[in-house]
T-cell receptor, first 116, second 111 residues
C-alpha cells in the first residue's frame, strides 16, 4: 500500500506553546489530505480536509484558529496546534487518498501529543 | 451520533476460533472500508467493498457488503494472535466523500 509518514511520532509540550505536526505522502502526490483526532479507546474523528494550494475545510466544532493547516505542496501537509492546552492532548493522525477515490485513504502512523 | 454502528465492541477468543464483526447503518454508503489499527499506530487499510452484495476474501479474512449497501461484516477464520487489534469500519455516506468511522471492535486472540 501507499506510504504516509508523520513527524514527530510523539511530542510533549508545555501549555501555551505551539506544536507543528508534519504529514508526508512518500510515494505519491496528494492534493487532498485529512487530519483526524483519536482519543484513547475511541474511534477517529475527522478534524479537517487539507487542500493543496487552498484553504483547509474544517469540521463543525473544530477551531480553525487553533488548529492551523497548511498544504504547501503535493506531498506535505502540516497541522499546527497553537497555544496548546492539556485538553488538546490526543493522538493526531493524517491520511491521504492515492487516487481519485477520496474515500480510500492511507493513514500515517500518528502523532501522540501530550500537553503539560 | 455515529453513522456506523459496530458490534461487538470487544471480542476475546482463543487461537483457532472464528469471529465475525458487524458494521451497520441506516444510511446508504457508496463504499465501506475495513481498517485494522494497533496501539500507537495509524489504521491500516484491509479492504474496500463497493458493490452491494460483494464478498471479498483476503486469506483468512472475508468481507461482505450488504445488498442495500447499509451494512458490512468481517469474518476471520481460524484466528491467530497476530489478528489482535482494533478493527474499524469506515465509509463515505452516498452524498459525501468524507469517511465516517465506526466506534471500532477490539479483538484479542489468545494463544
Amino acid at each position: 500500500g501507499a506510504v504516509v509518514s508523520q513527524h514527530p511520532s510523539w511530542v510533549i509540550c508545555k501549555s501555551g506553546t505551539s506544536v507543528k505536526i508534519e504529514c508526508r505522502s512518500l510515494d505519491f502526490q496528494a492534493t487532498t489530505m485529512f487530519w483526524y483526532r483519536q482519543f484513547p479507546k475511541q474511534s477517529l474523528m475527522l478534524m479537517a480536509t487539507s487542500n493543496e494550494g487552498s484553504k483547509a475545510t474544517y469540521e463543525q466544532g473544530v477551531e480553525k484558529d487553533k488548529f492551523l493547516i497548511n498544504h504547501a505542496s503535493l506531498t506535505l501537509s502540516t497541522l499546527t496546534v497553537t497555544s496548546a492546552h492539556p485538553e488538546d492532548s490526543s493522538f493526531y493522525i493524517c491520511s491521504a487518498p492515492t487516487s481519485g477515490l477520496l474515500y480510500e485513504q492511507y493513514f500515517g502512523p500518528g502523532t501522540r501529543l501530550t500537553v503539560t | 451520533t455515529q453513522l456506523l454502528e459496530q458490534s461487538p465492541q470487544f471480542l476475546s477468543i482463543q487461537e483457532g476460533e472464528n469471529l465475525t464483526v458487524y458494521c451497520n447503518s441506516s444510511s446508504v454508503f457508496s463504499s465501506l472500508q475495513w481498517y485494522r489499527q494497533e496501539p500507537g499506530e495509524g489504521p491500516v487499510l484491509l479492504v474496500t467493498v463497493v458493490t452491494g452484495g460483494e464478498v471479498k476474501k483476503l486469506k483468512r479474512l472475508t468481507f461482505q457488503f450488504g445488498d442495500a449497501r447499509k451494512d458490512s461484516s468481517l469474518h476471520i477464520t481460524a484466528a491467530q494472535p497476530g489478528d489482535t487489534g482494533l478493527y474499524l469500519c469506515a465509509g463515505p455516506p452516498s452524498n459525501d466523500y468524507k469517511l465516517s468511522f465506526g466506534a471500532g471492535t477490539t479483538v484479542t486472540v489468545r494463544a
